[in-house]
């Protein structure tokens, strides 16, 4: 296969529709604000379509200061036909309560929102709504959308990023309602497998591992793996792989690129001891921090134990 590059994607998926936090990410991101940019109804339908080639890549959330992370994206990333995560963007979020034009807050009595935006603004809603009913929807700008649509909806208010809010010319009912004002969410880049990015120095890799077995320190025994080889974590979630009760994967970031020879030499050692790793990719770290190698497990260390080794064997 002839590796891509990131010039050579053109049309960029997200988590629609307009106005979300997601296309903020896929704004921010350099390569695709002059590209196309289409919208899906959700992280499901974007990656499929991303499958089977529709588009190119996807901006989809993974992570959120507050509330963790995204299951939909941990799940569709962890199963499936392979694909990569190539970039990552950091978004701040603010939410906005907002509604059609004549309905005062003390008149609210259900709101529609992405459930890890209500998980934000919980405190919130508890002390100024605390008798409103919620309402899911696919994603923030969708209960906006729902609200400018003419005809019937399912709720009064949605809560939403306040440019959604006025894409619909919704009015304003309360700013800033975050309960957490430094949220932040993390959202990927996603493609096929056949296109890497280049070892930055700050960078990180993500893969999903899953165990042969249950047992006594079997979790330790993947976690030094990475311990041993100087690899700081820096995201761990068990996800059920739904196969059966108490089945779990492990969804897990790490700093360093699949270039650099600690991390080789860790997937290498989790490739040994686990049925199967599933790697989703090595990409520039949105901070830029770049990992200072532990004394050892500098590329150069690597290079000069095998040599050694070498020498000894012959
Ligand atoms: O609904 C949106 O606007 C999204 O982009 C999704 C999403 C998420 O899945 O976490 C992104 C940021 C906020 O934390 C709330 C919702």
Same mark, same amino acid.
């Given at each position: 296969m002839t590796p891509r590059t +990131?010039?050579? +994607?053109h049309r960029f998926g997200y988590l &629609? *529709?307009? !106005?979300t936090f997601t296309q903020m990410a896929l704004d921010a991101w350099d390569g695709a604000r002059h590209e196309e940019q289409v919208p899906f109804g959700s992280v499901d339908a974007a990656l499929d379509a991303l499958r089977s080639a529709e588009i190119d890549a996807a901006m989809v959330p993974i992570e959120? @200061? #507050?509330? &963790?992370?995204v299951s939909a994206t941990l799940d569709a990333l962890a199963t499936g036909d392979p694909l990569v995560v190539i970039g990552e963007v950091l978004v701040p979020v603010t939410f906005v309560l907002c509604a059609r034009a =004549? $309905? *005062? +807050?003390? @008149? #609210?009595r259900s709101v529609g929102t992405h459930p890890h935006a209500w998980a934000q603004v919980r405190s919130w809603m508890a002390s100024h709504l605390p008798d409103a009913v919620y309402v899911p929807t696919l994603s923030t700008a969708a209960s906006a959308a729902a609200l400018g649509r003419p005809g019937d909806v399912m709720f009064d208010a949605g809560v939403c990023a306040p440019v959604a809010a006025a894409n619909e010319g919704l009015e304003i009912l309360?700013?800033?309602?975050?309960?957490?004002?430094?949220a932040v969410t993390r959202f990927v880049l996603v493609s096929r497998p056949g296109t890497l990015p280049e070892p930055t120095g700050a960078d990180k890799t993500t893969v999903v591992l899953f165990q042969r077995d249950d047992h006594a320190g079997g979790l330790l025994e993947l976690l030094e793996q990475f311990a041993v080889r100087g690899v700081n974590m820096t995201r761990l979630e068990s996800r059920p792989t &739904?196969?059966? $009760? !108490?089945s779990y994967c492990f969804s897990i970031d790490f700093e =360093?690129? #699949?270039?650099d020879a600690r991390v080789g030499e860790t997937l290498m050692g989790l490739r040994r001891v686990c049925a199967d790793v599933r790697f989703l990719g090595s990409y520039p770290r949105a901070d830029g921090v770049r990992a200072d190698a532990r004394l050892g497990t500098a590329d150069h260390d690597f290079d000069a134990a095998r040599l050694w080794l070498e020498q000894l064997r012959s």
């Open positions: +990131l010039s050579d +994607l &629609g *529709p307009r !106005g959120n @200061s #507050v509330e &963790g992370g =004549g $309905m *005062p +807050l003390g @008149s #609210v309360a700013g800033d309602i975050g309960d957490n004002r430094a &739904g196969e059966a $009760m !108490g =360093g690129h #699949v270039q």
